[in-house]
């Protein structure tokens, strides 16, 4: 699709450009009657193939995904879980914490979140193994994938 928009486009500048510069008598008639068939040659040429049993405007074979912009974009989406996860677990929780979220390039769903716990505030004695299995059950729950904590 996109070739053929060039070449019409391409096509249709040159002809402004020889209209311009070619000489108003016979010989100019005749050459700017020949730019409009050339016009009409590259409008109807998917048409063409088409009816030869090709496709209209462009194969479907050739139609791929993008595999470094679907990489990008699966990168951003967890930074972004990332930096959201550790601000909630710190509202939450009072914890400050290193997340990691592994998602899938197929369909972009998680597959796993692993997060560390480096500070965890003011809290009893014993009170930081419930905060480590609060925020496992929360975040499986949330995510629905595998969840380690430590």
């Known amino acids: 699709m996109k070739a053929y928009i060039l070449s019409v ?50 194969s479907s074979k050739d139609v791929g995904s993008d595999e470094k912009y679907l990489k990008n974009y699966v990168a951003m989406l967890t930074d972004e879980d990332e930096v959201a996860i550790e601000a909630d677990l710190k509202v939450e929780y009072g914890i400050g914490t290193d997340v ?22 003011i809290n009893g004695d014993e009170t930081h ?10 975040l499986a729950r949330l995510f629905g994938c595998p969840v380690e904590v430590t």
């Open 129 to 138: 193994i419930d905060i480590l299995s609060n925020v496992k059950t929360r």
């Open 9 to 58: 486009a391409g096509v249709i500048l040159i002809s402004a450009i020889v209209s311009i510069l070619v000489p108003s008598g016979k010989m100019g008639k005749f050459i700017k009657g020949m730019t409009k068939l050339f016009i009409l040659a590259v409008l109807i040429s998917p048409l063409v193939s088409w009816l030869r049993g090709g496709d209209f405007l462009f």
């Open 100 to 121: 990691e979220v592994f998602r899938s390039f197929d369909d972009f769903s998680y597959e796993k979140i692993k997060v560390v716990v480096s500070d965890f505030g």
